[in-house]
């Protein structure tokens, strides 16, 4: 006769049985979670989604001591998946403009952690290896807190095809680098991008350096590191001191405490996450009178609450301009499908650019 424990062991047999054919389930979903998320560049890891399943899956269990015990399950269940998913990452080629150290270089790895990172001159050429397949998606700037928008990205993005799948926010602190036995009082010049130069402009007329203008944050580090001389420092992120074994010499040396870039990550195709709340439009309007005002007036008709409104210069028209702006909520909605048919009634080019989480940070 079966004992009890014979018994438990049993069902524990039974169970452990179908949850391992339920596990593999699982993992397989995972792949096509990834690949979703490979097509469109986002990232592995959302928090609202993972706190939105716990909660769900925990209402299911009515015992509240087991309850405490099953979140730590599924916690560690969705932890195993990310996993996977980071594992199937390291052949996603994500595209960004600048060396290794550059700041696009940080938000491209914050974003995509286990990604092909893959260098790129300029932001054009990031852009079209995108458009002819050499990558999957690229992550460029295209807005600085201090130094204004990025217009070389937008204007990419108006007029290109590829769509942004996420904009995010990455804090950026310049510091002075020099080599491993240099000190403050040993810089005579310092070398960097024209902007970070501009950002830290009282910090340099204080210490009275020089300046040299260099394409980018890390390309400085790099001239520093090679041209190993100790009076030479440069202007640069932690991260790109470590890439090119320099120093910090001095901290923090910004003209302003809250200098925060933000990065578009963009692909071929235009995402529908649910968790993508905001949208870009992009669009030129017909040259009458009131063309702008009303566009503006049709987002405000359904609903839509603009966050930015910027205007940028068209490249073959002198003195017409194309407007880009962001708003809370998405096009998909009922609402959403009306506002672009009215806009397309003043508008002569009208392209939903995007969508994006607001205020993600890296």
Known sequence: ????????????NEVDAKMAELFSERMRAAEMVF???KEFGLPILDPK???????????RIADGVIKEYYIDYIKNVMSLSRA???????????AYSGVEGAFAHIA???ILPDSNKVSYRDFKSAYDSVVNGESDVAVLPIENSYAGEVGQTIDLIFSGGLFINGI????????LLGLPDATVEDIKKVTSHPQALSQCHDYIALRGFDTEDANNTAVAAKAVASRNDKSLGAIASVETAEIYGLKVLEANINKSGENTTRFAVLSKVRATDSALSNSVLMFTVKNEAGSLANAISIIGKYGYNMTALRSRPLKKHSWQYYFYIEIDGTTETEAGIKMIEELNKVCDKLKVAGTFAPHSEI
Not at 4 to 12: F, G, Q, S
Not at 85 to 91: A, D, P
């Open 84 to 94: 996977y998913q980071h594992r199937m990452q390291s052949g996603l080629k994500v």
């Open 1 to 12: 006769m079966a004992s009890k424990l014979d018994e438990a062991r049993k069902i524990i």
């Open 108 to 110: 491209a790895g914050r």
């Open 168 to 175: 995010y926010e990455l804090e950026i602190h310049q510091n």
């Open 49 to 59: 989604r993972e706190q939105a399943v716990i909660e769900k899956n925990a209402s």
């Open 35 to 37: 690949a979703y998320k």
